[in-house]
């Protein structure tokens, strides 16, 4: 496995003092990476943050393994209900391994299609009963609590969908012993997957939440484990060198915070990895976007992750990013070796927009724009790094979610706030609750009434 982070473009000597970092800057900010390691060790050994450990959890994997090997074979479909980070690591995980969405392979029972409802609206409900057939389709509710509003509405409606074979036809991935969930699926003897207690939600995609789904549709759930403990050996060096997810929380952390990149552009050229980078956006937004620093000091502090797609974005995007503010730090997620490298036919035709392409490949004119778009912005004096998988199967994959997921805990140290919660959503979640009926959740009821008065008074 080999993926490396090139931060070149994101020094002074290439965009400028103003926007990169400078020698001293560098040198200052490397010298805090043992710290930071060992910052974040503390709290992983103290059980706190569990997903560092997630690739070694050999007992998991086998029954992940050994439950999808038993109903190989007997469903067509296997259909997630989940929101966030129970449904985002298994789109990122099949549009990378299998295919970019909507164009896979023609989907049977030896190679079952993903459909992943998260989300309530009822036209994306209502159209995945109609495209899927209730006797092929395995169902898996995913939720760590156990009541999220919108996985337990979409299992309701799904569940009267099956009719009589949902309970043999249902799977619950949960925490056990917690949530009216696990309450369900052990009163009609569901599989149970379990989500560890310390690991949340957003960090779960090498649990079941990501790899029992993945087993499911025939990935190599070994492999992606394999790729993602191999890094995290990398990512416990104290040395940035060593270490590429350290050495890029250092520097990203160095460019937002002295340099004002209040966004940060995800920008994979690569559609197999389009859904990695809306996963990547929740894990930036939730993880650092907070309030409050861990000793309660007032910050409301957080970096807009953006996913941008190449090159289909240099035709929707690039203008605002080349002209545009420069409060932006660019991410590029290359590819090294395709599998498929698209020769283009040698035919020419005597037109000069046609025939400098005769001959070459799609994968050379993607490198080359992504390329072309890198130099525009550096020119422009706008700081940008690649992160570059030398290919893309569940070895890499695995290696590169497991950095990003580093990275983004190595940051959250930098900055002094706990990376692991999220009482902003939570706020939500409760007038949800409130305004549904849900006992015990009158107050956010009453609450949101208040809110309706102020509003009207507003007008």
């Given amino acids: 496995m080999k993926i490396l982070f090139d931060e070149t473009n994101l020094l002074a000597s290439m965009v400028g003092e103003a926007h990169g970092v400078t020698p001293a800057e560098y040198k ?36 992940i393994q050994a439950y999808a090997r038993k109903v190989r074979g007997s469903y067509d479909t296997v259909c997630v209900l989940g929101i966030g980070g129970s449904a985002l690591g298994a789109w990122a995980l099949d549009c990378a391994l299998r295919g970019p969405h909507p164009v896979q392979k023609p989907f049977s029972r030896k190679n079952p299609r993903l459909v ?21 389709t395995l169902v898996l509710a995913v939720t760590k609590q156990g009541g999220t509003a919108e996985t337990v509405a979409a299992l309701l409606v799904v569940r009267e969908w099956l009719g009589k074979r949902a309970p043999r036809q249902s799977v619950a991935i949960t925490t056990p012993g917690r949530g009216d969930l696990y309450a369900l699926a052990l009163r009609e003897k569901w599989p149970i997957f379990a989500i560890p207690e310390n690991v949340g939600g957003r960090f779960s995609v090498l649990s079941a939440v990501g790899l029992l789904p993945a087993a499911l549709i025939g990935l190599d759930v070994g492999k992606l484990l394999r790729g993602a403990a191999a890094m995290t050996e990398q990512c416990w060096q104290t040395d940035p060198r060593r270490n590429p997810a350290l050495r890029a929380a250092l520097l990203h952390h160095l460019i937002w915070t002295a340099k004002s990149k209040t966004i940060h552009v995800a920008f994979p050229y690569s559609n197999r990895l389009w859904g990695t980078a809306f996963w990547f956006r929740q894990l930036w937004a939730e993880s650092l976007g907070k309030s409050k620093t861990r000793a309660g000091e007032n910050v409301h502090i957080g970096q807009t992750p953006v996913a941008a797609l190449g090159t289909t974005d240099q035709h929707s995007q690039v203008q605002l990013y080349v002209e545009g503010p420069n409060d932006k730090v660019f991410s590029f997620w290359a590819v090294e070796k395709q599998g498929w490298e698209g020769r283009i036919p040698k035919t020419r035709y005597k037109l000069d927009s046609f025939d400098y392409l005769a001959g070459r490949k799609l994968a050379e004119l993607l490198e080359v724009e992504r390329l072309s778009t890198e130099a525009a912005l550096t020119e422009a004096g706008r700081p940008n790094c690649t992160y570059t998988l030398e290919r893309l199967d569940e070895e890499h994959l695995g290696g590169f979610l497991q950095l990003l997921e580093f990275q983004t805990a190595f940051i959250a140290e930098l900055l002094d706030v706990n990376a692991f919660d999220q009482p902003g959503v939570e706020a939500g979640k409760r007038f949800t609750y409130g305004l549904m009926g849900r006992p015990g959740f009158e107050e956010y009821r009453e609450r949101f009434e208040q809110y309706q008065k102020r509003r009207r008074q507003a007008i």
């Fill in 116 to 136: 992943i409802l998260d989300n309530v609206d009822p036209a994306l409900v209502g159209a995945a009963l109609e495209v899927m057939d209730p006797g092929k």
């Fill in 28 to 63: 200052a900010q490397m010298r805090r990476g043992p710290e930071v390691v060992k910052a974040f060790r503390k709290l992983v050994d103290r059980g706190e943050v569990g997903f560092p450990s997630l690739p070694f959890q050999t007992d998991a994997l086998k029954q």
